[in-house]
């Protein structure tokens, strides 16, 4: 079974930076697009930026510049690097993927448990 675990959240100053990390784990043949969501309290889940398997990338709005996303050597982990963190970045942060799980599986979408990110001003 397709797991992805989030780590690398916590709390920081304004201005600071955290790294996060995705891994997935389980039977897997094939990851697609992967990316990472937010969600604040009373706020829909938003795209903060994602990443395809030929390292084309896409970010929301209020993070380019600061938010860098990436894919690790062992193709299995994601990361997202956050400088300049702003106390609107605050929010539970989730990893999400497209996975095939083997040759002849179609893709199905995957998500994290998220990782809390709070930034202090």
């Known amino acids: 079974q397709v797991q992805l675990v989030e780590s690398g959240g916590g709390l920081v100053q304004a201005g600071g930076s955290l790294r996060l990390s995705c891994a997935a784990s389980?039977?897997?043949?094939?990851?697609?697009?992967s990316g990472w969501y937010r969600q604040a309290p009373g706020n829909q889940r938003e795209l903060v930026a994602i990443?395809?398997?030929?390292?084309?990338?896409t970010y929301v709005e209020s993070v380019k510049g600061r938010f860098t996303i990436s894919r690790g050597d062992a193709k299995n982990m994601v990361y997202l690097q956050m400088n300049s963190l702003k106390p609107e970045d605050t929010a539970v942060y989730y990893c999400?993927?497209?996975?095939?799980?083997?040759?002849?599986?179609?893709?199905?979408?995957?998500w994290g448990q998220g990782t809390q990110v709070t930034v202090s001003s």
């Open positions: 389980g039977t897997i043949f094939y990851i697609g697009v």
């Open positions: 999400n993927a497209d996975i095939r799980e083997n040759r002849l599986a179609r893709l199905t979408n995957y």
């Open positions: 990443i395809n398997p030929g390292g084309r990338t």
